[in-house]
């Protein structure tokens, strides 16, 4: 039996086909065509497993930019049908919508038409610029770990824009039936979302790329998206939740999820209708790259920083607690030490005004200003270190209430601790990642 199963995911090949002169402006390392997706079983079944062919291949294209599709299922032999043999392009049709290509010719010309045609739909909100690969500015980064600022215009610049749209937006409905499927293929456990419910909204990226030649002509490519699911917030603003997220496989590790996010960030923090962003059930890489990009933001803001530790000057990794630790008065050679509000235990109105005025969730927060105040703390300091300890451990006790009341006092005891070091070592894991 097992010569006539096939590997979904391994015989799904995805492709993102760009016009011929597009393919012209690509550097050598650039491939957007025959990757597979992580997952198949929401398509094809739990253990992703298709029966009945041998040396299967589902060629599954998308136009890089209006997502027109073409799919095609190519075998070497195939069983005789009987209801044992699977259906492939039966079930995958049942997950994009009717119209696709089957013919090669046909798609191909649409895609050349769709190059110089296609446009994204909804608003404008973010944009950022990457050297071309190959080109004499890739790779030159200032000391900080950031990529230097490109001139869009240059010819060493591409340009990623990010746009914010709704039902609403024109042709958008049917653009997202096309890119929805990317959902099912690379979030574990995603689902499609309900149409009917009309308050979705969704922040797009695309790539926006020259060629090469005299004409310049933009086109538009695909990245990936987010979709955000508004809740009512007493009295009269919205929490925004973040549902899905997600960058396609030719374009993750090069820091475009961290600029998607951004993007969606930057969008709350500028509507006065928005309170808060909140994260649904969000996957340990997505919560690393979250925490990532709330520390760099954090950290970048030197009011936040200033009042929670004082002046930049006095401030330095591991500078809580250690004028007391060496005894020395001020005037002996030692910097005089500012207590800011930061310093545990954290200043509890003051962190929850600054929670507000950035719009981050009550929890996500609490963690940020942990991390923060044990890149500041000096290990050895005893009462800074129990200081800190206790603070942690009353966000844990108040998280886990449920569980941990009805536990024993001296086992609950131990539980929080243990529950502490975990923390503490994870918080260790995730300040690392922080250029």
Partial sequence: MSDWTSDANESLSISLVRSQKDKEALGDDELYEG???????????????IYGYRDLVIDLRFASGSLEQFLSVNY???????????????????????????DETAFLNRVEEDATSFRPSGQLIYSYTRSVPNSASKGKRKRTGITQPLDPQSEDAIEFEVYHTTWDSPGFREYHRKMQL????????????????????????????????SSHTVSYHFVGYSSL?????????????????????????????????????????????????TVEDPAEAFEDLRDKNDLEMLLANEQFMEEGFGPQELRVAGSIGRARKTGRAEGEGEKPTVKGKMVPPADKAWVEKWRKDLKIAGRQFQRLVEMLIL???????????????LQVKERLYRFNFEILAQLEEEERHEKLEETFQSVREDYHRILALVS
Avoid: C
């Fill in 35 to 49: 990757f597979n997706p992580t997952f198949t079983y929401p398509i094809y079944g739990e253990d992703e497993k």
């Fill in 182 to 213: 990317f959902i099912l293929l690379y979030i574990e456990g995603g689902s499609f979302i309900n149409e009917e419910e009309d308050t979705w909204e969704f922040v797009v990226l695309y790539e926006k790329r020259k060629r090469r030649d």
């Fill in 76 to 102: 070497s032999e195939k069983l005789p049908s009987t209801s044992t043999v699977d259906d492939v392009e039966g079930i995958l049709g049942r997950f994009i919508p009717p119209g696709y290509y089957t």
């Fill in 375 to 389: 890149l500041n703390l000096d290990p050895s300091d005893k009462v800074s270190m129990r200081a800190y300890r």
């Fill in 229 to 277: 699911y508004p809740f009512y917030y007493y009295p009269e603003k919205i929490r925004l939740r973040l549902s899905q997220f997600v960058i396609l496989t030719p374009y993750q590790r090069r820091g475009h999820g961290s600029e998607l996010y951004k993007a969606i960030y930057q969008y709350i923090v500028k509507s006065p209708h928005i309170a808060e962003l």
